[in-house]
């Protein structure tokens, strides 16, 4: 399973944990993880898991053993009200046609529609690439859980967190939620 995440400013990674499912990529009862910039040619940094939400679509940080190179920290902002213009850079594999798929970034535009829930998600009305199966849930979302949602200055304003299935609806967790929820953001203020 492979998703993304947010390079925060000390290097760790904000990501879903959801995305740290108990057997994937398991030895030996250890979970393998790793983490690079999307598009970058560098290899994976290996990473443990600092801090893991028990919570289903809760949130993860990760701490790479090394260097995350081509990747900045990210600049958070709060979010911006309902109807505000957002951009959206996750990854999604390629298939390279010999049964082997390479990861790249995708950029998807969209709109912030406002709070829903008692989770404190906010719901967002994504655009849809064109050539994309918007039938088949897997069909962009597979690698997009934890992907960063910036505002039009291009400050982080929340991480995805969910789709509904075979819609343009996306929910995403915003900064004043996410510092709330992990402990170790929180001090970091």
């Known amino acids: 399973m492979f998703g993304s995440g947010v390079l925060l400013q000390d290097g760790t990674v ?36 600092l801090w893991r939400d028990s919570e289903l679509r809760g949130l993860a940080v990760l701490a790479p053993r090394g260097r995350v190179d081509g990747a900045a920290g990210a600049r958070w902002s709060a979010s911006p009200p309902p109807g505000a213009r957002v951009r959206i850079y996750g990854a ?19 709109t912030t529609m406002g709070p ?23 069909s962009i979302g597979s ?11 291009g400050r982080v304003i929340g991480v995805l967190s969910h789709q509904l299935p075979r819609t343009s ?6 900064f004043d939620v996410i510092t709330a929820q992990v402990p170790l953001l929180g001090r970091r203020r």
């Open 92 to 110: 999604h594999d390629v298939h390279t046609g010999d049964g082997d798929f390479r990861l790249e970034g995708i950029w998807l535009a969209g």
């Open 169 to 174: 609806f996306y929910w995403m967790t915003p």
């Open 143 to 153: 690698g997009l859980g934890g992907a960063a949602v910036l505002d039009e200055s």
């Open 14 to 49: 904000l990501t879903r944990a959801y995305l740290l499912q108990e057997g994937e990529g398991s030895q030996e009862g250890r979970q393998l993880l790793g983490v690079r910039a999307i598009d970058s040619p560098r290899p994976w940094t290996k990473a443990d898991v």
């Open 116 to 138: 829903t829930g008692s989770d404190g998600d906010w719901q967002l009305d994504v655009s849809v690439p064109p050539g994309s199966d918007s039938t088949s849930p897997s």
